[in-house]
């Protein structure tokens, strides 16, 4: 019985190995695995003394031999398959440990590109599809974590079953399309083409859900397959509390790439049904908290908070004073994570010290949606305000209505479209948005606002079609609009702004978010 052990991933190599000489098992083995193996007096050979040729091109040609992949590929219960490999001397291999090359390490340290180069492994994936399209016949090990259950099997019953074999199967084939998919990306990136043709995604699954956005769905959560440099909802830390659900994802994910937009002052953001009901900025994450929450107390009930400074104790005693589903932060203190644990059902996500980095913010990558038999692409939507917005009207902003504006712009394109958002300096005062028509955005806006609203500013993530929506929020009592225009009626919105009193600047973008 022949055994074929060549991996970069050394995890559990030795013990598997060992298990198999005792089940009467010779190995093959080639370079590192080899050597892994020799160290702890596992007897191995290796490859090119079996296949009878050298390793040549420096290691790049040594498994690419007929005694290999004739052995991997013979069906030794077909007659004209014994016939061929008993006429060329080839024996059957029946258990295979191959991993690739760790190429997305390698790119990840920022390699040149003749090193990620040679990190593009050709025999092990030969060898990986080899075994598994004759998995009939061979058991192929991708993952290390396999290592214990296939050698149990092997040690109850001598043999693998059918099940474990096509089980294995599939996940080899997994195995080889993701490092190709990972090689074609990173060969994308080196042209800077960002819409390649095919584009190829590579996801590892995270974990299942109890159920999609409803429970006759069923759901799963799959990731990128290393860790971004920017904080992330799929790489943060799960440190308690319930299982997480679909919404939860989704509400966390609008959240963090909320509260990256302020990385100047400790702010809160509070999410509920993937929309902002609070957002507010202070000196102490406590009362950033607090300010977040109680503009909309009874939606921040079950809703997600995100926190751009780590929780202390003081911040996790407001916490803890409403139902919350979720918090996302850049850490806990002991004391925060005392408190908080009398929550048992709350899930604290740790996002990592990046997340409380002045210079952070959203991910660059891209956005996908699918569609009925296809997926949508684009950029992520992270155009940062800017200082040079063109004055439309008579009156000029003051520099804390420019500042106030800023904080609208910033929440604005976080909110469904048409979206509108009153706010101050500092905090998020009323929203509107996921309606069909802009002027109904304000009145709801302003219905939730009320009084509040005096000396608002306001940013609306398109432009306005008619005046009504100006009208609208001047009798809501906003001195400041910000705006992309580009309208066939800007004109009458600017003369609408003047009428009012109101300073307005256009952008010249656009943050629809449908």
Not at 133 to 158: G, M, Q
Not at 282 to 290: G, I, K, T
Not at 488 to 501: L, N, S
Request: glycine share 8%; net charge neutral.
């Amino acid at each position: 019985m022949l055994a074929l052990l060549s991996v970069s991933d050394k995890r559990g190599l030795v013990p598997f190995a060992q298990g198999l000489v005792r089940l009467g098992y010779s190995i093959l083995s080639t370079g590192g695995t080899l050597a892994a193996l020799d160290a702890a007096g596992v007897p191995a050979t290796k490859v090119s003394a079996h296949t009878g040729s050298p390793e040549i091109l420096g290691g790049r040609v040594k498994t690419l031999h007929p005694k290999i992949h004739g052995g991997l590929l013979g069906r030794p219960t077909l007659e004209s398959d014994a016939r061929d490999l008993a006429a060329n001397g080839i024996t059957p291999i029946s258990i295979v440990a191959v991993n690739l090359y760790p190429f997305r390490e390698t790119v990840a340290k920022g390699a040149s590109r003749d090193e990620a180069i040679e990190q593009i492994d050709i025999g092990g994936p030969a060898m990986v599809r080899a075994s598994a399209k004759n998995a009939e016949h061979v058991t192929i090990i991708v993952d290390p974590t396999d290592y214990e259950a296939v050698l149990a099997e092997l040690e109850r019953d001598r043999a693998t079953s059918q099940a474990t074999r096509r089980k294995l199967q599939r996940k080899a084939f997994a195995h080889t399309a993701s490092y190709d998919a990972a090689i074609a990306s990173w060969l994308a990136d080196q042209e800077h083409v960002t819409f390649p043709e095919p584009m190829t995604l590579s996801l590892e699954k995270a974990f299942e859900l109890r159920y999609g956005e409803n429970p006759h769905q069923r759901g799963a959560f799959y990731r990128v397959g290393r860790a971004p440099d920017a904080p992330s909802v799929a790489f943060s830390q799960v440190l308690q509390g319930k299982e997480l659900s679909y919404n939860n994802l989704l509400d966390l994910d609008a959240a963090l790439s909320l509260v990256l937009e302020f990385p100047e002052r400790p702010t809160a953001v509070v999410i509920k049904h993937n929309t902002p009901c609070g957002v507010a900025s202070d000196d102490a994450l406590e009362q950033a908290y607090r300010r977040a929450r109680a503009i909309d107390e009874t939606s921040a009930f079950g809703g997600i908070v995100a926190l751009n400074r780590p929780v202390d104790e003081r911040t996790a005693r407001a916490l803890a004073e409403t139902f919350l589903e979720a918090v996302i932060a850049p850490g806990y203190d002991a004391a925060a994570r005392e408190v908080l644990a009398a929550k048992k059902n709350l899930r604290l996500l740790d996002a990592g010290p990046s997340l409380a980095a002045p210079a952070a913010r959203p991910l660059a990558q891209l956005d996908l949606r699918s569609v009925s038999g296809g997926v949508l692409v684009m950029d992520r939507d992270a155009v940062e305000p800017t200082l040079e917005w063109k004055v439309v009207t008579r009156r000029t902003p003051t520099p804390v209505e420019l500042e106030a504006l800023r904080f609208a712009w910033r929440v604005c394109k976080h909110v469904k479209s048409n979206a509108i958002v009153f706010s101050d300096t500092t905090h998020l005062l009323a929203v509107g948005g996921g309606q069909t028509s802009r002027v109904d955005s304000v009145k709801i806006a302003a219905g939730r606002g009320g009084s509040l609203l005096k000396g608002s500013a306001v940013a609306s993530d398109a432009f306005f079609p008619f005046r009504d929506g100006l009208d609208a929020l001047a009798a809501a009592g906003a001195s400041c609009v910000v705006q992309p225009g580009g309208s066939m009626r800007d004109a009458e919105v600017i003369a609408a702004a003047d009428e009012h009193g109101l300073a307005m600047v256009f952008t010249g973008v656009r943050h629809f978010r449908h």
